[in-house]
């Protein structure tokens, strides 16, 4: 089964065991061609998109129409065709979406060049933020990545809180991080594919 239907399908069991579903989803280009499809209608089970909720792992601390903005992303993106009945909930400290059910139906996950996922950066390997034991968190960081600015984060323990977790991995060099991050504990992945709360599924491309 592709990504895409078993993320679909994943939501309609939402709805149908408790009413309502919810979708975690990244920045950047990996996700794009399951955004793409979703809003295409491009799967096999029917979503009542007006019963999922839909946030950000992580986005970019800045305005909400710039470029580099993640709410951008998915409202340009995501929030079209059918998917624009579901509910989206910006990230933010202490928000709204520290008060959606957990744990989350999906979550999906990207991977960065330097091995970061979400806005967990090699920088922050050894904080708590990476501990498997911290509590569940939206956290913020300072300056990161590129663009280089601050961002805003679920923590490692809350990207856990998740049925169903999906890592896309987008190209040759990503999938030799992941290689590395096998072994390689200073790589912010590595903390992720070999924790043992939640498996992880990996989706190459």
Not at 5 to 28: D, E, M, W
Not at 100 to 117: A, K, N, Q, T, W
Not at 140 to 165: A, F, H, K, W, Y
Not at 180 to 185: C, E, F, K, N
Request: aromatic fraction near 4%; glycine fraction near 8%; charge should be neutral.
């Amino acid at each position: 089964m592709s990504v895409v239907n078993q993320i679909t399908a994943a939501l309609a069991v939402g709805i149908a065991q408790r009413g309502s579903a919810s979708f975690v989803v990244p920045g950047g280009s990996s996700p794009a061609f399951i955004f793409k499809a979703l809003a295409n209608g491009e799967y096999s089970t029917d979503v009542d998109w007006a019963r999922v909720t839909i946030t950000l792992v992580d986005d970019r601390q800045v305005h909400g129409n710039h470029n580099d903005s993640n709410r951008k992303l998915i409202r340009t993106q995501l929030l079209r065709g059918p998917v624009v009945a579901a509910k989206f909930l910006p990230l933010t400290i202490a928000g709204p979406v520290t008060k959606m059910d957990r744990p989350f139906d999906v979550m999906l996950l990207g991977i960065g060049p330097d091995g970061h996922f979400a806005s967990l950066f090699p920088s922050m390997v050894g904080d708590a933020a990476m501990n498997v034991d911290t509590a569940p968190a939206i956290i913020q960081t300072g300056p990161e990545g590129d663009p280089l600015c601050p961002r805003i984060s679920m923590n490692l323990p809350m990207i856990l809180q998740s049925r169903l977790v999906f890592l896309l991995v987008k190209g040759a060099a990503k999938q030799e991080i992941l290689r590395a991050a096998q072994t390689d504990h200073l790589l912010p992945v590595h903390h992720l594919i070999t924790q043992t709360v939640k498996s992880v599924q990996i989706v190459t491309q």
